[in-house]
């Protein structure tokens, strides 16, 4: 709602709406009796002091009469898009209930109505109903049907597959609760949204069929009748027209506007919970690290309602280097490389004291300058391979794009690019994968064709987002391996994020340990045995060894991480730390202990 009215046009078309209900409810006790009132020394008049807008062909005031005509019109208008979106939304779910055979007819069935002309399926309904106010509300209900039906359908189709419902199928939970409880709750707000606009549809419907005789008939009024009354006498008397023609494209455009604006600040994604501040950061004093591929210096990241869930954190990833992100979920792993890629999703906001890719301060670029220098130099490999790949194009081709776009390459040399790139990656017969679809390969292979496709260009930074926790482990191993090859071939730098620490210590040259949005201690991978941060030490110690007693349950770190709405201004681990004192109500900041080694904790 605050979008709405922060929006002019949404404003306006709110407060026309409200006027026209207005007018609704007080037209006919104000103004019936003036609309009424005959005179026939007035015939067909224009506009006058008495009648501002002339008077009809019995000399009543034809601006009294479309003020009193407003209550017919909505009410008529609002019926239709009641039939409208309940007999769509009945159609359109039909096929989620039905058995698969008559799902598919009635699926068929609503296609062609689709395509059938809508005005013409309104005047087909309103002759066989019935010529009057009733046949133009139902052919006009009928006639949006369809639109909703679809929309329905689609929006059905699009949630059908979410894990929740299938869980429920696979309980046992009938059709028609599954319908009624799961899908058409999660559909509900498209729908609504459509329902405006479907309002000024059913009015601007309802007006044609009063105007062209087949909708409202004498004595009864609605503005189309008013028009059909006034047009006779159009070229003698202009005026006549302009008050019902002007309501109704006044309204038509008001409920237009209305649906458009809740669908726009609808797809501006949730309602934030209050402004979202960007948070304030100084610039970083220390001089930039000329080694450094990658540099951030106090990189946060917030969104509305105080949600901070990247907090000052500092990262320098050098050429040839691997640096480990590693920490519990929810600790803002992923959200740092999406801020470091520019693609926090809407409405968080990004700050920080220095950002650099390859030295170019990533802020002081516009955007444009700034996407370009980001797709060049950083590729990024996320978990679901399946999700960076395009199941409807061969992985060649996929590869090849990027060379084309990127670089300008032909699409030979792109192409046999490609192959090099998938043989590079250790897949074999580079040919023939580049020819397949990406279903056609297994997860390790997809994950490798990812990272062959990162290759495509010149990364300076590679970001990958535990781009191995859906493989089993030898895959892993043959996933990490490619990595560790392409950072040392290319000398590009990269950023491995993950949960299991004992995978960062191996592959990576650095660690950077996150703990609530911040980074809690820093160190070399081969010296995480010498990890002073309490909540380091309980990650290593959570993991099993070959010593481990398998009859046991494996260490867990007791207690939760705070959300990052929610963190307190002391040490955010103090509630689960056995060694926490009277200290840790301050937060400590990150200390040198070591060469290479920080650690933000009062008691390590
Ligand atoms: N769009 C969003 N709006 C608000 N908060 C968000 C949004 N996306 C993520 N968060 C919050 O940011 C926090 C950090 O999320 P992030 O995905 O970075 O964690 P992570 O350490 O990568 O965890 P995981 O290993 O599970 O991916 C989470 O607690 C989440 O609540």
Not at 154 to 183: F, K, N
Not at 239 to 247: G, I, S, T
């Amino acid at each position: 709602m605050r979008r709405l009215l922060r929006n002019p046009l949404g404003l306006a078309a709110a407060v026309l709406i409200a006027v026209l209900v207005l007018l609704a409810l007080v037209g006919p006790p104000l103004f019936g009796d003036q609309a009424a009132a005959i005179h026939p020394d007035r015939i067909n008049q224009g506009a006058s002091a008495t009648d501002p807008l002339g008077t009809d062909a019995l000399g009543r005031d034809l601006l009294a009469r479309t003020v009193v005509a407003t209550r017919l019109t909505l009410g008529l208008a609002f019926l239709a898009t009641l039939i409208g979106t309940v007999g769509g939304v009945l159609l359109g779910a039909l096929p989620a209930v039905l058995p698969r055979r008559a799902g598919r007819l009635v699926v068929a069935t609503v296609d062609i109505l689709v395509a059938f002309p809508a005005l013409l399926l309104a005047m087909f309904t309103a002759v066989v109903t019935g010529l009057g106010a009733r046949g133009a509300v139902l052919g006009i209900g009928v006639a949006l049907a369809p639109a909703f039906a679809r929309l329905t359908h689609t929006l059905t189709a699009s949630v059908a597959g979410a894990d929740y419902i299938a869980a429920a199928r696979m309980l046992g939970v009938p059709r028609r609760r599954i319908l009624t409880r799961h899908i058409l709750p999660n559909i509900a707000e498209p729908l609504i949204l459509n329902t405006a606009q479907s309002m000024g549809a059913a009015l601007l419907g309802l007006s044609a069929m009063s105007f062209l005789g087949m909708g409202v008939q004498a004595p009864s009024y609605d503005w189309g009748r008013l028009l059909n009354e006034a047009f006779g006498h159009v070229y003698v008397t202009p005026a006549v027209v302009v008050a019902p023609a002007l309501a109704v494209a006044l309204a038509g455009l008001g409920f237009m506007l209305l649906g458009d604006t809740f669908a726009k600040a609808a797809a501006g994604s949730a309602e934030p919970l209050g402004p979202t501040r960007a948070p304030t950061v100084p610039p970083a004093r220390e001089a930039p690290d000329p080694d450094a591929v990658l540099e951030v210096r106090d990189l946060t990241v917030a969104f509305p309602g105080g949600v901070t869930p990247v907090r000052q954190v500092s990262l320098t990833v050098r050429a040839g280097e691997i640096v480990g992100l590693v920490g519990e979920s929810g600790s803002g792993k992923s959200m740092t490389a999406a801020a470091i890629g520019r693609i926090v999703p809407h409405p968080g906001l990004v700050a920080s004291a220095r950002s650099t890719l390859c030295g170019t301060d990533l802020d002081a670029l516009k955007p444009p300058e700034r996407r370009a220098l980001l797709g060049s130099s950083l590729a990024m490999v996320f978990q679901d391979p399946t999700a960076s790949l395009n199941p409807a194009l061969r992985v060649g081709g996929q590869l090849a794009e990027v060379a084309t776009q990127h670089d300008g390459a032909t699409r030979a040399e792109a192409r046999s690019r490609a192959v090099r790139r998938l043989s590079r990656v250790h897949i074999r017969r580079p040919e023939q994968v580049a020819r397949q679809y990406p279903h056609e390969l297994s997860g390790g292979m997809r994950q490798r064709a990812v990272i062959a496709m990162g290759l495509m260009g010149t990364p300076r930074l590679i970001i990958a987002d535990e781009p191995t926790t859906a493989l089993d482990v030898t895959v892993q191993r043959e996933v990490l391996r490619v990595l560790r090859e392409a950072v040392d071939d290319t000398r590009a730098g990269a950023l491995f994020i993950s949960h299991d620490i004992a995978v960062v210590g191996e592959l990576c040259d650095r660690v950077s340990v996150m703990y609530a949005g911040r980074v809690v201690e820093e160190l070399p991978a081969d010296a995480l045995h010498r990890a002073r941060h309490p909540y380091t030490r309980a990650l290593i110690g959570s993991l099993p060894g070959m010593d481990t007693d398998r009859s046991r349950p494996l260490a867990t770190i007791p207690g939760r991480q705070p959300s990052p709405a929610d963190v307190h201004d002391g040490c955010p681990f103090a509630d689960r730390c056995a060694s926490a004192g009277a200290r840790c109500s301050t937060r400590p900041a990150l200390t040198t202990r070591g060469t290479g080694h920080t650690v933000a904790c009062w008691e390590a």
